[in-house]
């Protein structure tokens, strides 16, 4: 997997089929990087998967099209009207090859209501801005029962070992917040260790895996007692054990973090 950084904190991807040098990207957030990476790694380019509309992950979708000509642009089919040029509109666990990789979309409306993770090859899943190392993204056309049922049942069914990229490089900052949720975790202050190493080199810390996100990261930890607590001490009229309710509760105080 080849990790582009982008603009402030995006991360666009680029990933090629060993047996057929076909190359997908995902989320073409500006063109100058993007095109430089795909230059550096075979100069093709065959197929771009977005997860969402927002201009800070399709912002170089247009230089692609211009350049690679025949190049398929997929989305969810919500997202055909405001992204330009989706050739190949998707619903809920549909899925699609790029050479002899295989794809499988994921409908996870919450942060947009067009909102698609990929699973490759059933290794690793690129979640754009619902799953985030340690976090989720905010909830601006969904609500939090949407985001649930997006982290802990559809992604949710996805294996420990499965590898996570997300859109963003938010991972301190989310572990600061998860370390405050569950204040007496191992897991998160190792996993906080680990990341400064990296972010002190200026490395990504991605990717991480299904396995350690449901271990520190708050929002997969809400049928959790320790996160329960955490959420009746801010609102005590919640009912603590429907984990809708306290992922409304710690996405709050996220948002005010
Ligand atoms: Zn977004
Ligand atoms: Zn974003």
Partial sequence: MIIIPCLSDNYSYLARCPRTGATLLVDPSEAGPVLAAIDAHGGRLDAVLCTHHHPDHVGGLDALRERFS???VYA??????????????????????????????????AHTSGALSY????????????????????????????????LNEVLGALADTVLV?????YAEKNLRFASMVEPESDAIRERQERVAALRAKSAPAV????????????????????????????????????????????????DRF
Wanted: hydrophobic share 40%; with cysteine; charged share 25%.
């Fill in 70 to 72: 025949g190049l398929r």
């Fill in 76 to 109: 969810h089919h919500e997202d055909t009207a405001r992204i330009d040029g989706v050739t190949h509109a998707l619903g809920h666990d549909d899925g699609f090859t790029v050479g002899a990789m295989s794809l499988r979309a994921l409908h996870v409306p």
């Fill in 119 to 150: 699973v490759l090859d059933e290794t690793a899943v690129f979640t754009g801005d619902t799953l985030f190392s340690a976090g989720c993204g905010r909830l601006f056309e969904g609500t939090a029962a949407m985001m649930n049922r997006a």
């Fill in 165 to 169: 990229y997300p859109g963003h490089e």
């Fill in 207 to 254: 990717p991480s895996t299904m396995g350690e996100e449901r271990a520190t990261n708050p929002f997969l930890r809400v049928a959790r007692p320790s996160v329960q607590r955490y959420a009746r001490e801010r609102a005590d009229d919640i009912a603590a054990e429907d984990p809708s309710s306290v992922l409304a509760v710690v996405r709050a105080a996220r």
